[in-house]
C-alpha cells in the first residue's frame, strides 16, 4: 500500500506534465498517481467534478485538497520533503493555499498553452 494517493485530472495536458514529473521523483514508489476519468464511481472518494476542480489527496487516511494535498506528496518524495514538511506550519500552508488560489485562475489559459506544445 502507498503511503500517499494523489488524483489528477489525466486528460489534462499541463496536469500530466507535472505529474510525469512527480512520478519520475517518486523513486520509493511511496505514490499511488491515479487518473481520474475511467474510474467508476464508487473508485472516487467524493465527487468527480470536486476532484477536477482541485488537487486532492489522501495521507494516513485523510483526504486533502489544494495546497495540503501537494504538501503530502512532497513528503513522499525526499527531494521534495522538506517542502511539504515546512507546510505543517499553518502559516506556510496559508501562504502556499494562496498562491494555488491564484494558479487556479489563470490554470485554464496554462491548459491551453501547454495543449499547443506536445511533451517531447
Known sequence: MHPVTVWYDGQCP??????????????RGRIDFVAIEGLGDGACPIDRAELLARFHAREGGQLLSGAAAFAAMWRAIPLLRPLGLAA???????LLERGYRGFLRVRPRLQRWTRRFPPA
Open 88 to 94: 505543517r506550519n499553518h502559516v506556510v500552508l496559508a
Open 14 to 27: 499541463l496536469c500530466v506534465r507535472e505529474i510525469a514529473l512527480m512520478q519520475r521523483l517518486d523513486r
